[in-house]
Nanobody, 125 residues
């Protein structure tokens, strides 16, 4: 059974940085990513990384966030810099094994099979 466990969320002032981690167990290589959901809003994609290491980002985070993974540790990361209050949300790790991220500019939420419980990120102005 695949399990995804996020960590690293917290509170930070605008302009600050946070790093999120997602430890994956029972997972084989495929497409992994980060999504977020702010109060009263739909969940949206943030960043994904394919099995070949290629990455895609939402326009709102390009140049500020970096997604990476350590295959040996089976861990996904999200480095978030220059944080803004609008980045405040619950951040979720998502994965789909054996298959890549597809040909979309950004794969839809429905593409992912496995989800973590989420970690809260709060950015104050």
């Amino acid at each position: 059974e695949v399990q995804l466990v996020e960590s690293g969320g917290g509170s930070v002032q605008a302009g600050g940085s946070l790093s999120l981690s997602c430890a994956a167990s029972g997972y084989s290589r495929g497409c992994m990513g980060w999504f977020r959901q702010a109060p009263g809003k739909e969940r949206e994609g943030v960043a994904v990384i394919d099995s070949d290491g290629s990455t895609r980002y939402a326009d709102s985070v390009k140049g500020r966030f970096t997604i990476s993974k350590d295959n040996a540790k089976n861990t996904l990361y999200l480095q978030m810099n220059s944080l803004k209050p609008e980045d405040t949300a619950m951040y979720y790790c998502a994965a789909r094994a054996y298959i890549g991220c597809g040909t979309w500019s950004f794969p839809p939420e429905s593409w992912f099979i496995y989800w973590g419980q989420g970690t809260q990120v709060t950015v104050s102005s």
